[in-house]
């Protein structure tokens, strides 16, 4: 049998609406100060090999990534703000109170930032408490969402003065993404 891929996802609706239905009540209950948006890390590496124009990617003031283009349509990186700013809209979270980081980062080579585990230093100095993650580029709950975010983050975060952290679960099993999800695999099939 071939093997087939659907298209990327980032900035479907019925992956928005999962995540939304999860996280909104979850956050309204938290009262959160600051929403932070983490994203699994790649190597600068690897978004380089994706650029469809040379020096596109990776500009240090982020313009490659304010918005989905021609240029930049298979980027991770853009894809990851994309999905930040699908959800941002959908919790109606105001500007200011959220941010998009990157972890599960390994030595060796430069990966794309912000880091996550480096953003928690400037929260704190902006006054940010509460602090609630969403982690949207896993659709179910793993080792680098409950331990690496969920234990060690949350860690970090209480050891520098935070007062508490919530992790927002992945869409996991909710029915709005597994309906979503079929539909993206029938429409690749």
């Known amino acids: 049998h071939p093997i087939t891929t659907t298209e990327p ?10 995540t939304t239905e999860i996280a909104a009540p979850l956050l309204e209950e938290f009262d959160a100060d600051h929403v932070l948006f ?29 918005t ?9 990186r853009a894809q990851c703000f994309a999905t930040t700013r699908r959800l941002v809209e959908e919790l109606g979270l105001p500007s200011g ?13 430069r990966w794309i930032g912000p880091y996550t585990d ?5 929260l704190r100095e902006q006054g940010v408490e509460r602090l609630a993650v969403l982690t949207p580029s896993f659709v179910s709950d793993c080792l680098e969402t409950l331990e690496e975010i969920g234990v060690r983050l949350r860690e970090q975060w209480e050891s520098m ?4 952290l919530l992790l927002v679960p992945c869409v996991n099993s909710n029915p709005t993404w597994a309906t979503g999800l079929a539909d993206l695999v029938r429409q690749s099939v």
């Open 68 to 76: 989905i283009r021609n240029e930049n349509r298979y980027c991770y």
């Open 118 to 122: 480096h953003a928690l230093a400037a």
């Open 9 to 18: 996802f980032y900035d479907d609706t019925s992956f928005a609406k999962a």
């Open 161 to 164: 003065g935070g007062e508490d």
């Open 38 to 66: 983490s994203y699994h890390g790649l190597p600068e590496s690897q978004i380089r090999k994706g650029e469809s124009k040379q020096g596109w990617c990776l500009k240090a003031d982020d313009s490659c990534c304010d």
């Open 97 to 109: 109170t959220y941010s998009t980081t990157f972890q599960s980062r390994l030595a060796g080579q």
